[in-house]
C-alpha cells in the first residue's frame, strides 16, 4: 500500500502545484484617491495611568483634552479641562462615596491615559467629534 502512494507522489510536480503564477497587484484607482481616516490621537501625550504619572506632576496645570484606554487600547472615556492635571487625579483618587458612577466604573478599567493642551474651545470642539467612539461617555 505504501509503495503505491510513493508512486503517485513521483509523478506529480509537487512545485507546479504549490507555487501560484507571479502576479502583480495594483490598486483600482477609486481606492488610491480615497481618503485615509485621520487618527484623532496624533500628537497627544500617551501614559501609563498608575501613581508616578499621575499625582507627581507630569501632567501640566493647562486647558486640554483627556482620553482613558484599557489594557487593549480600546477608548474609554473623553474629556475636556480647564485644568488637566486636576481633572486627572480626581479619576484617581478615591473621593467620598457620593462621586459620580462613571468614575467608580472607570476606576479599575483605567491602564493608559492621554492628553493633549489645548484652548478650551478646541478642547470642547474635538470632545465632540471623538465621544461617540467612547464606550462609558453618555450622549
Request: glycine letters at 6%.
Amino acid at each position: 500500500m505504501g509503495d503505491i502512494v510513493l508512486d503517485i507522489l513521483k509523478g506529480i510536480r509537487i512545485n507546479n502545484i504549490l507555487t501560484p503564477p507571479k502576479q502583480t497587484y495594483t490598486q483600482p484607482r477609486s481606492f488610491s484617491k480615497m481618503r485615509q481616516p485621520s487618527n484623532p490621537f496624533r500628537g497627544w501625550v500617551m501614559l501609563k495611568f498608575d501613581r508616578s504619572n499621575v499625582l507627581k506632576g507630569i501632567v501640566p496645570n493647562y486647558p486640554g483634552i483627556y482620553a482613558f484606554f484599557d489594557e487593549y487600547r480600546r477608548l474609554l472615556y473623553v474629556g475636556h479641562s480647564k485644568v488637566l492635571r486636576h481633572r486627572i487625579q480626581s479619576y484617581y483618587q478615591d473621593d467620598c462615596f457620593k462621586e459620580h458612577p462613571t468614575k467608580i466604573n472607570l476606576r479599575g478599567l483605567i491602564k493608559l491615559f492621554a492628553y493633549k493642551v489645548m484652548p478650551t474651545a478646541s478642547a470642547m470642539t474635538m470632545e465632540k467629534n471623538i465621544k461617540p467612539r467612547a464606550m462609558y461617555n453618555y450622549l
